[in-house]
């Protein structure tokens, strides 16, 4: 199949694709913060952010999503993996039991006072070790073609 040729077809799927990408990352970021109250956080945000990424990359092709978001997934995992393991290594140097959170109380410009929590710290890491893992593994099985 030449690729080339079938592109001109694909106007309607890319015009869509771009639109329910935006869609998909906002609820993704919604699911991420809802993630410490609720059900939620770093795995299932970055599940839908992954699926954003693979909906441009079958819209699209590897090369355009490449030039768009030029991102080492591979780099990625290993960062989100370092700020998940500090984070929750962390509680060991203050000599309380492993992944034991920490919180305080700041008062934010345009915010006023809000609880910020080391378990959000935690969720990034995981959020981005489950961006950077699925998207190398779908990579990887779409360069095998």
Do not use: C
Not at 13 to 21: D, E, R, S
Not at 42 to 51: D, E, N
């Amino acid at each position: 199949m030449n690729r080339k040729n079938d592109q001109v077809n694909d106007v309607i799927l890319q015009t869509a694709a771009v639109i329910i990408f935006f869609i998909i990352i906002v609820f993704s970021i919604n699911l991420f913060f809802a993630g410490h109250y609720s059900p939620g956080g770093g795995f299932i945000g970055g599940l839908m952010t992954a699926a954003a990424l693979v909906l441009l990359l079958l819209a699209f092709d590897s090369k355009t999503l490449a030039d768009v978001l030029p991102f080492d997934y591979r780099k990625m995992t290993a960062l989100g993996l370092a700020i998940a393991l500090l984070t929750s290594l962390h509680s060991i140097f203050w000599d309380r039991p492993f992944l034991t959170h920490a919180y305080g109380k700041f008062d934010l410009p345009l915010l006023g006072e809000q609880t910020l929590h080391t378990a959000i710290a935690f969720d990034l890491g995981v959020y981005l070790v489950v961006i950077g893992v699925t998207m190398t593994i779908i990579q990887t099985i779409g360069e095998s073609e």
